[in-house]
Nanobody, 117 residues
């Protein structure tokens, strides 16, 4: 059974930091490129960051470059997103996923990040 369980969200002030985690099961995490997405109600889901299965290559949306860092622990089947210098426009629900699980319609519950003063 495929499971994607995101955690670590919360409410922070602008300039603050959060670290999101995503524990996965039901598919071969270590063989999967992984992504973090975010979505604001009424808007399309946005790809924020992605990392290849080995962790050797990462890419980021221009809006988060230099502030967010994606990483993974293949032994723990866990994906991370370190978010620094958060801005109000980072407020969204954050989801992790892989190409395979997206193509099969699997999504976790996400974790809410709210940035406000």
């Amino acid at each position: 059974q495929v499971q994607l369980v995101e955690s670590g969200g919360g409410s922070v002030q602008p300039g603050g930091s959060l670290r999101l985690s995503c524990r996965v099961s039901g598919f071969t995490f270590s063989a999967s490129d992984m992504m973090w997405y975010r979505q604001v109600p009424g808007k399309e889901r946005e790809l924020v960051a992605e990392i290849v299965n080995t962790g050797a290559y990462m890419d980021y949306a221009d809006s988060v470059k230099g502030r967010f860092t994606i990483s993974r622990d293949n032994y723990k089947s866990t994906l991370y997103l370190q978010m620094n210098n958060l801005k109000p426009e980072d407020t969204a629900r954050y989801y992790c996923n892989s190409d395979w699980t997206v193509s099969h319609g699997y999504w976790g519950q996400g974790t809410q990040v709210t940035v406000s003063s």
